[in-house]
Every structure is written in C-alpha cells, then in structure tokens.
C-alpha cells in the first residue's frame, strides 16, 4: 500500500529498463557528435549508475531526467579542475630570470606550428618575447614555415611598438638534428638574451612509432619543459583515445625513473575547431583520457584565431 | 593492414553464426550489435551504420525461411555486401594515358597530407617510367613552396611554384602551361588545406579547377578522421568534381573507418593509401581485393556470385 501511495504522489523509481532505451540514444547522439565510440558508452553508463533507483516526479520524463544528468557530468568533465593561468607563471618565470619553456607535441598535421604561433602573437601582445625552437627537424619546410612566421610576426609588432626591441625570434639549426639538443640549446639562447619564452615546436609522429615516441620523451626529459601541450584536431575520431593514452604512456615509460615529477601533457590544444560543425565531441574523448585541460581552441588559419574553451557552448551543441 | 583489426572482428563474429543452434531474431540482433559496435569504433559514420543494420534487418525474413543453413547464409552475404558498399563506391577509377598531359589536382582539408602525397604520387609514376612534376599552387601555408621545392629535390622530381605570387590561380596556369609545352605526362597540382565552412576557400579551390580543367581531382583524407568528414568530403564533391580519395597515415593506429564515408560520399573509389611520412610509404589500393583480404570471406565473395 505504502509503494502505490508514494508511486501517486510523486511518481516512480527509475529502473534499468526505464533508463537504458533513453541512454541508448544519447550514447548514438555523442557518437554522432564524435566522442569516441568507447567513451560515450562509458558516460552513459555512469549516468545509468546515477539514475538507477532514484525517484522522479510524475510530470518529469525520463527522457528530460538522462538529459540532465549527462549535460551535468559533460559540463564538469570540462571543468578544468585546476586553472592554468599561462600569463601568470610567465611572469612569475620572468621575475626569477628563467624562460618559461612550452613544448608542442602530437600526431602529423593537426596543427602544431600554426597554433604555436598563434601563441606566441597572444604572448606578443602581452608583451612578451618569444624565442621560437625549431626542433622539427624532419619535414620538409618545417624550419621555413616557422621562419615565415617569425617574419610576419615581426612585422605585426615591429620594434618600434616594443621599445625597440624585436619580439620574435627564431632559433634553428635546419634539418636532420637532434630535437631534444636544439631545445636544450634554444632554452639556453633565451636565458642568455632575456627572452621570456621558449615555445619548442616538434615534428608530428604516430603515437605508435616507438623510435619518434622515445625521442619526444627525451627531449622533455633533457629539458623539463613548464608546460606540455599536447596538440590534437577537433576533427579526429575514436583515435583521440589512443593517441592520448600513447603519448602520455611514452612521457611516463621513458622518463627518469628517480625523477619524482614525471612529465606529463599538462594540457590540450584543440585545434581546426572551425571545420566540425557541431561535431564537437573530440573535445569530450580528449579531456576523458587526460583528466587535463583544453587550455587553447584553434578556430581558423589565422594569428587571432585562438580561443579558450567555452564548455556552456559545446555541451549545448553536443545535446542538441 | 588497414582495417584488419575490423575485419577480425566482423568475421568472428560471422563465424559464430556457425554456433548457433537457432538463428532467431535475438542471435541476429546480437550479431548486429557487434558488428555495429566494431564499425563505431573504427569511425565508421554513424549514419551509414545504421543503415548497413537496417538493410541486414530488411534481407531476411524469419517467418519465410525454412532451413536455418538458409538463414546464415543470408546474412552473411548481406552483411558481406553492406560491407563491400562501404569501400566500393561501383566507379571504376581514372587511369592515366601515356604521352599526353594527365592533370591531377590534389584538395582536401587542412593539414591532411596532400603536399606530402602529391610527391609521392609524382614519384610513383615517374619510377614507372611517367614523365612526371609538380605545381605548388598553395601560396597561403606558411613554407608550402619550400616544403614542396625540398620534398621534390629529394626526389628529382620537376616543379613550379613562387615565393612572390600571391594568386593560387595565377601560379596553377603558368605552371600547367609550361609543364604542358615541356611534354609532361603526370602533372600535379597541389593545393591549399581548406574546409566548407569558408566560402572563399571553396571559391578559390572552384577557381584553380575551372583553369586547370584536371582529369582527376583526388581528395585526400587523414585516416584519424572522425565523424565530420562525411558532411566535408559531401562539401568538396559539391564543388568541384572529386573522382578519386587517397587515404593517409594508415601506418598509424587508426582503422580508417572515418575516412571511408568520403568514398560513399564522393562516390569516388580509394586509390592509393598512405603508409607513412617517406615518399615510398605509399600503396596502390584495389577495392575487390582489399574486401575479400581484409574479411578472409573469399568463400563468402563465392556464395554471392552464385
Ligand atoms: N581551419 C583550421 N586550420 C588550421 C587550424 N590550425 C592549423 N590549421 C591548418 O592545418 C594545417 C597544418 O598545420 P601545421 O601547423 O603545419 O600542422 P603541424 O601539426 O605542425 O604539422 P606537422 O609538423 O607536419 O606534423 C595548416 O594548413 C594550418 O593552416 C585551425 O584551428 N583551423
Ligand atoms: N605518418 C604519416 N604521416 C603522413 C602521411 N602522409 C602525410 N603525413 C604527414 O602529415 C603531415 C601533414 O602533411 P602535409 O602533406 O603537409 O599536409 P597538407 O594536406 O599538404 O597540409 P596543408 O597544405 O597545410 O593543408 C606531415 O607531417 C606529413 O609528413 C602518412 O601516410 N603517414
Ligand atoms: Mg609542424
Ligand atoms: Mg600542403
């Protein structure tokens, strides 16, 4: 008699049956928005695990209920959990006279280079110079191509708008050397000639290529980088997954085992954001994986297309 | 092998059709889950996933059939055909004609791999013997010429392109125009990465194509793709008439999945796929064989043609 009175007045108590149909189709929703097959599922099972007995008003459908909760558990997997205030440690780096180093990894052609220099004109315009280390040393161009934008740089901040000094510069020893001894170099050219930042531009590899993986763990070992941005495209698939949990794998295994602060990726750049629609969900798959922030989205091909994440925004276009 | 991981798991879970005492609605609603299951993680669009179970579904009649030999049988061949629809658009691709200009003209999103590819092509066919070069027509990426000039040095392969000129157009022209007097057989023209989303971008791509008149427009893919290059590669087809998709960076972990709704989208067959970041890391692709290979369902490819 007692479960059929509260059943009147306020509804019913969620079951398994009632909750999978409804979670079947938001997890093909998040596929569809291009999380990843694999954590999709994850965070629908959660929800199922949250939902699972709880009692819900007459009037509220289930439907509007699994909604809720997984728009609530998105938001918050966005959250970051700690802020990173890259201008602040820049400053801080500055005041102990040592060059705060940043380092670019990730696999070929998600935009490295291009959003390393989109920060170093967001650094520029804090007035900030940069000294830009060409360590990818491999591909056809890519020396050049940072050249090119060292030059461009200049000329959007010439010297005389900074007191005569020249903001950009680029440090490159051309191809076929070793990366990890180009950063070392560079980092030591910026402490030198008071630059306030070393941004380490590397050659892109697939997480899987054992040699490349070791040598990118190298270089962050040799040099202790303050911050490893791991650089992928909003545009990747369930391979988001596997190269973060590969990359982050190569940091850890070849690190200094009596090192006690092993470098990880500290944060995500999540780049080409302006060709996915609302395709938005390799925002969710990489910051699953990582627990780490999207400290930076690249939104187009130019200087000025950089952004922080608006998680409101992509949760919105994620549940439409 | 591309797609190999897939194909495993699609076969085993065919094969286990074979265990079935009874073939019912449950055991080929569980054979689906798992295939669909396997297509999703391996990007496979959503869409045409859910069609591909649709179409399985619609093929078989439980009510009808008798024996439930009958029963796997069909499902296997529809499964197998469903599959085949996903790589083989039906289109038989461009072949070259020795001792006339061929132009090639490589488009696709940004960062993908078409500089890289386009040498690799050139070179391809000048191994074989082809008289074969290269227009660098993208002038926006920052080093494009230069990646180009290095890339085809290396490889002795002729090329045109400008550090001064600014116009794509003006450069693919010239270019095509020398190269065409000069007697080149496979000319190449790379362009700018660029996306739907900029109109100017596909205006300029509509352009090049429109002066160049190319005998085959190839789209290339990253094989990481994910669910948006259904709604891209539907875009470029639109503009301009993509007859051929070359798949990269398959030497990677990725299946490839992603990037195969380019082909249902362009209606254009894959090519050639991309193994690596060195000019040879590079592979002719034939659709027929691919799919038996992949699926090791020759004796499945019999029933159908039965
Ligand atoms: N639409 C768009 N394109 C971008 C964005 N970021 C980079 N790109 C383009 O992506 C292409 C590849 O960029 P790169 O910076 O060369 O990529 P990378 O990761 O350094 O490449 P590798 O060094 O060869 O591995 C270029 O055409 C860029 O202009 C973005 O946010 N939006
Ligand atoms: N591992 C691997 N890398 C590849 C492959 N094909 C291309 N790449 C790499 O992918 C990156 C981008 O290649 P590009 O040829 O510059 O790409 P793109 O499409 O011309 O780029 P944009 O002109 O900026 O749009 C480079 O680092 C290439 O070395 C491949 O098959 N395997
Ligand atoms: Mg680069
Ligand atoms: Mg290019």
Redesign the pocket.
């Known amino acids: 008699l007692f479960s059929l009175f509260q059943s009147l007045v306020s509804g019913k108590t969620l079951d398994a049956s009632d909750v999978a149909p409804v979670l079947e189709k938001f997890r093909d929703l998040l596929i569809a928005k291009n999380v990843a097959a694999e954590i999709a599922s994850k965070l629908c099972s959660s929800v199922e695990t949250k939902l699972i007995g709880k009692h819900v008003g007459s009037f509220e459908g289930v439907t509007s209920v699994v909604r809720a909760t997984l728009t609530e558990s998105l938001m918050l997997l966005l959250t970051p959990k700690r802020r990173l205030d890259i201008l602040r440690d820049v400053r801080e780096a500055q005041h102990n006279r040592k060059p705060y180093a940043i380092t670019f990894c ?10 390393l220099a989109k920060v170093s004109f967001w650094l520029i315009e804090n007035n900030f110079r940069v000294l830009i280390a060409a360590c ?1 040393t491999f ?1 056809a161009g ?1 020396v050049e ?1 940072l050249r090119t934008h060292v030059h461009h740089l200049n000329a959007l901040h010439p010297p005389e708008k900074h007191g005569g000094k020249t903001m950009v510069h680029l440090y490159e020893q051309g191809y076929g050397k070793d990366a990890a001894d180009i950063a070392r170099m560079a980092i030591d050219h910026a402490r030198k000639h008071t630059f306030d930042v070393v941004l380490i ?1 590397t ?2 590899r697939m997480q899987d290529n054992e040699p490349l993986m070791r040598a990118l763990a190298k270089l962050i070992l040799v040099n202790e980088p303050d911050l490893t941005l791991f ?1 992928g495209e909003a545009l990747v698939g369930n391979e988001a997954v596997d190269q973060l949990v590969k990359f982050n794998k190569a940091l850890a295994n070849h690190s200094n085992a009596t090192n006690a602060n092993t470098h990880m990726i500290d944060g995500i750049l999540l ?5 996915i629609d609302d395709k938005v969900g390799a925002a969710i798959s990489m910051t699953y994986i990582t627990g780490q922030p999207i400290v930076f989205v ?4 130019t200087y000025a ?1 950089l952004r922080n994440l608006d998680a409101k925004a992509v949760v919105h276009l994620l549940m439409q | 092998m591309v797609l190999a991981d897939l194909g495993r798991k699609i076969t085993s879970a065919l094969k286990s059709l074979n265990n079935a005492t009874v073939i019912d609605e449950k055991v080929l609603d569980d054979l689906l889950k798992e295939i669909c299951t396997a297509l999703l993680e391996s990007d496979v669009n959503i869409r045409l996933v859910k069609k591909l179970r649709e179409n399985v579904k619609l093929a078989i009649d439980f009510d009808d059939m008798a024996g439930g030999l009958n029963k796997r049988r069909v499902i296997q061949t529809t499964v197998f055909r469903e599959l085949v629809k996903l790589v083989d658009p039906g289109v038989k691709p461009f072949v070259p004609v020795k001792g006339r200009p061929n132009v090639i003209m490589f488009v696709g999103l ?2 993908s791999g078409k500089t890289t590819t386009c040498t690799k092509l050139a070179y391809y066919y000048q191994r074989k013997g082809w008289r074969s070069c290269l227009v660098c027509a993208d002038t926006f ?1 920052a080093g494009a010429f230069d990646q180009v000039k290095q890339n085809c040095t290396k490889a002795r392969i002729p090329f045109y392109g400008s550090y001064t000129e600014v116009d794509p157009v003006v450069i693919a022209t010239e270019g095509l125009e020398q190269f065409k007097r000069e007697n080149f057989e496979i000319i190449i023209i790379d362009t ?2 660029r ?1 739907k989303q900029e109109d100017s971008l596909f205006e300029e791509m509509l352009q090049i194509s429109t002066v160049c008149k190319p005998h085959n427009i190839i789209f290339v893919m990253d094989a990481s793709i994910g669910q948006a290059c259904e709604a891209q590669a539907r875009a470029f087809k639109d503009k301009v008439d993509v007859g051929s998709v070359i798949i990269t960076k398959l030497d990677g972990h990725a299946k490839g999945g992603g990037a195969l709704s380019a082909v249902a989208a362009t209606r254009s067959p894959i090519i050639f796929i991309g193994t690596g970041e060195h000019i040879d890391n590079f592979e002719e692709f034939k659709t027929k064989p691919f799919i038996s290979k992949l699926l090791g369902m020759g004796d499945i490819e019999g029933l159908i043609e039965k």
Not at chain 1, 271 to 275: A, E, G, I, L, M
Not at chain 1, 298 to 301: D, F, N
């Open positions: 990730g696999v070929n052609g998600v935009g490295k280079s291009t959003n990818d591909r890519a191509q531009d050659a892109g650089v780049t080409k954001f302006d060709t690249g939104t187009g091909q297309d | 940004q960062g990426r700018s990465g996306h």
